[in-house]
């Protein structure tokens, strides 16, 4: 999935932390379909954990600064993103690599992306200087 114009949210330094987010789903998806994948799993949910966290962290702060209306919903959201990651990585030391999981997860973070970022981290927009 693609970052466009509708997910801008006035910040240049929370919309390149997106575009990241957006081309690792979008370079992970395009490792499962060209068959590879299992070796490089557990890098990518790691290291979608801990940026995402970063993210997450530098954008609330940026809402409470600027005392932003959608602050509460987005930390909640945040939490919940990160608690779905969190179970992810625990299914996948448990159980390992699987495919469908894999693709599954994808879409959940692409929906999550496009929900997330379309509805709450674009309010930073009514605040932003
Ligand atoms: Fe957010
Ligand atoms: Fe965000």
Known sequence: MKWTE???TGSNEVDEQHKTLFLMSEQFRETLDAGHGEGTYDLFIEF???YAMTHFS???DCMLAHLCPAADRNKVE???FTQFIDQEVERFRRDGFDR???????DTI????DSHIGKVDVQL?????
């Open 48 to 50: 979608l954990s801990t």
């Open 78 to 80: 945040h939490c919940n």
């Open 125 to 129: 927009k009514t605040v932003m200087p």
């Open 110 to 113: 692409d929906q999550w992306l």
């Open 6 to 8: 509708a997910y801008a």
């Open 58 to 60: 530098y954008e609330e």
């Open 100 to 106: 469908t999981v894999a693709y599954n997860l994808l």
